[in-house]
């Protein structure tokens, strides 16, 4: 039978005397002697470079395997709508803002960089009023504006400018040009628009690639984020649920597949993996965690590894495989 055994030296020399022999199973069963087993183990995967976890050549494999449509859609499912009703819940007991999330020095730093002037590209202002839905608002803009004009020129009604006029001798003379001065101005504003919305559109574009503008703009910024912070939790819940989050997410695997499939992207995705590992890759795992995360990983380990083992230990089949002589 296979055994465990227990070396310790004694007297004067070096030689390993053994003391005990122990059956597998009876190691197994002992937590007290698992848990520097379980430390040993920890210790073990902190010392393996980081190229003993990860491959280039096996990345996009569980990449796709990490996006099988299946296990996306019951995630999606059974987790992730689950956990948006569960939070919306609870941030109606909390009672907090969206602004409590963020430490005071993330938002002093948005702050800053939010309330900066946000210049526009006048090359982009440009392509976007050359868009006929810019040039169709802007259009009915001002066709609007000169036929409130013409309203107001109207000789009919006492509010119109020429209705202070419409007394006395005159009043039947300008009721019969009423109609003929209205169709007159309406053709001018409309001859007007024709002939100058360019020139509006080239003044649209210079008025908003001012630094005035882009000062205004830069305000408006820092106000939205301000009244975002302000937001509780339930409503931006509440938002998000309205839109199609769902959707949404369920069409990303399908998105990843499909660009995984190019050779193109595959090639980058590699180029950089390769590349990460040819910095990181030598680094022990342990290293990479640092000292906090060892000594995390180490703690866990012993709370919980030996009653793993222990498991593993009293698991159907097991016992067989342990008594096996080693070949």
């Not at 202002?125 to 169709?136: D, H």
């Not at 305000?219 to 649920?241: M, N, Q």
């Not at 180029?271 to 995360?293: C, I, Q, T």
Request: hydrophobic share 45%.
């Amino acid at each position: 039978m296979v055994v465990f055994r227990r070396w310790s030296s004694f007297g004067d020399g070096d030689i390993p005397q053994v003391t005990d022999y122990q059956d597998p199973l009876t190691r197994l069963g002992d937590e007290e002697s698992l848990e520097p087993l379980a430390q040993r183990i920890v210790d073990l995967l902190l010392e393996q470079p980081l190229r003993r976890f990860l491959s280039p050549e096996t990345l996009l494999g569980h990449l796709l395997a990490a996006c099988d449509a299946p296990l996306w859609e019951r995630s999606l499912s059974l987790h992730a709508s689950a956990f948006c009703q569960r939070d919306q819940e609870r941030a109606k007991l909390r009672g907090d803002k969206l602004g409590d999330y963020l430490n005071e020095e993330t938002k002093l730093l948005l702050r800053r960089e939010l309330g900066e002037p946000l210049l526009l590209d006048r090359a982009f202002l440009e392509a976007l009023v050359r868009q006929e839905a810019v040039k169709s608002i802007l259009r009915s803009m001002v066709e609007e504006t000169l036929q409130r004009f013409a309203q107001a020129l109207k000789p009919g009604g006492p509010n119109g400018l020429l209705g202070g006029l419409s007394k006395g001798p005159a009043v039947a003379l300008l009721q019969r040009m009423a109609g003929q001065i209205e169709a007159q101005i309406q053709r001018a504003a409309a001859s007007f628009v024709s002939q100058s919305l360019e020139v509006l559109l080239g003044r649209l574009v210079h008025i908003l690639a001012t630094q005035e503008t882009a000062a205004q703009l830069g305000r408006l910024r820092l106000a939205g984020f301000e009244a975002l912070l302000e937001l509780p939790t339930r409503s931006a819940w509440s938002l998000a649920r309205k839109l199609p989050i769902r959707e949404v997410l369920s069409l990303a695997p399908a998105l990843v597949r499909h660009n995984l499939g190019r050779e193109e992207i595959q090639a980058a995705a590699l180029a950089e993996a390769e590349a990460f590992l040819a910095e990181e890759g030598s680094r022990s795992l342990g290293d990479l965690l640092g000292e906090k995360g060892r000594a995390h990983l180490r703690e866990t380990a012993r709370k919980l590894l030996p009653s793993y083992l222990k498991d593993l230990g009293a698991a159907e089949g097991v016992g067989a495989r342990a008594a096996r002589p080693l070949t």
